[in-house]
């Protein structure tokens, strides 16, 4: 074998052995060798390796079936952390997140739809600063900084394309707030972050072929097929919010008539709720839609129609195993998730019906930060 490939098959086996002590702690050695198929020797070898880097530990003695005492392994949950950003129209949430994917601690800060770039980013800068002295965190233990936000971003190079909601256009986000806090720093859309949690620990673990709908300010989804993001040619896979349903609807902010996103985002709600009834924000839709205002409901209604078909509609497209919905508008009214689950009985094609699981995310309002954070890690972690 050439020694490229030994070096490369080493670390294969130094990844795959922290990957299992990672999902299946405790563990022995023994049964590492038994999964992996390796000789116990070289299983030795690498957790000593692994333990000397401070990403194992040993834990308690057991007696195991023949009377003799076993060591379990168990992985240090604090060797490495992560930050996990979002930025969203009206806050930013910032979570240190530790080596196997717990949030540490969150934080949320309001954002003034005024505010400037720079102004965001140095929000973001000062308030992680704050949280790392706070939890006491050695700078050299902090691989770097995840940011999901909503947009058109280009993940490869750090560029926000174009974010309406923030209103940010070609601006070099990784770069600029890589300068302000001498961090690394990856960028993407937010949904694909938030199905990297899922993925990880929420609704699609276990999944294949799963896609993710966001349903608040703004309207998306995201798909992740054998544990790989499906990103298109540009990064701009997923973009339902901007399908045309009525090519003599309303104007989109994108340019176009008639786009999903001008019937069920949070803003096309608000608006068309302003021709009834003078409010401060959707929230006052939906304490009128729980008092059993009419015109509340009729907009509620017309919501979860387009849910539906945008569900059904993806179904026809891709076939995933799982469509999991999410976002502010579910998880703040989540009495609309009956007449969606009808809506879908009603609209979804009968051999695709019957399959397909829909269900919520289970992560909430911590996706975003978290899967930020794992990609992060999964991005920059080199066991070397
Ligand atoms: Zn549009």
Redo the contacts with the bound molecule.
């Keep these: 074998m050439e020694k490229q490939d030994q070096l490369l098959m080493k670390k294969q086996n130094k990844n795959l052995v922290l990957e299992i002590i990672k999902n299946q702690s405790p563990i022995s050695r023994m049964e590492i060798a038994k999964i992996t198929g390796m000789s116990p020797t070289s299983i030795t070898r690498i957790v000593n390796e692994l333990h000397l880097q401070g990403f194992v530990k040993e834990t308690e003695l057991v007696t195991s079936g023949v009377g003799r005492k076993a060591v379990l392994l168990d992985v240090c949950d604090d060797v490495f952390f992560t930050i996990g950003v979002e930025i969203d129209k009206f806050i930013i949430k910032i979570g240190i997140v530790n080596y196997v994917g717990e949030i540490v601690e969150l934080r949320r800060i309001p954002r003034l739809e005024s505010e400037s770039y720079f102004e965001t980013l140095e929000k973001v800068n000062m308030n992680l600063k704050e949280l790392i002295e706070k939890n006491r965190i050695p700078h050299q233990r902090i691989i770097g900084i995840g940011v999901g936000l909503p947009g058109f971003i280009d993940n490869q190079n750090g560029v926000v394309k174009v974010s309406d909601q923030l209103k940010w256009k070609n601006v070099n986000l990784a770069e600029d707030l890589k300068q302000l806090t001498a961090f690394e720093v990856m960028i993407d859309n937010e949904l694909k972050m938030k199905i990297v949690a899922e993925d990880f620990k929420g609704s699609a673990k276990n999944s294949h072929h799963a896609v993710l709908v966001g349903i608040g300010s703004g309207i998306g989804s995201a798909m992740i097929l054998n544990g790989e993001i499906y990103r298109g040619d540009s990064n701009n896979a997923g973009e339902i ?2 399908t045309v349903i009525n090519p003599t609807g309303n104007v ?5 008539i008639g ?1 999903l ?2 019937y069920i985002s949070e803003g096309a709600i608000v608006g068309d709720a302003r021709k009834v009834k003078e409010i401060d924000s959707i929230l006052d839709v939906f304490e009128a839609y729980r008092n059993g205002e009419s015109w509340a409901h009729n907009l509620m209604d017309r919501t979860t129609t387009y849910i539906a078909l945008a569900v059904s509609n993806i179904l026809c497209l891709y076939n995933p195993e799982m469509i999991i919905l999410s976002g502010d508008t579910i998880e703040r009214l989540p009495e609309i998730k009956q007449p969606i689950e009808q809506k879908c009985d009603l609209y979804i094609w009968e051999p695709l019906k019957e399959r397909v699981k829909i269900v919520y995310s289970q992560l909430g309002e911590h996706g975003v930060v978290l899967g930020a954070a794992i990609q992060i890690q999964n991005l920059l972690l080199d066991l070397e």
């Design positions: 919010g901007h989109c902010n994108c340019g176009k786009c996103a001008t």
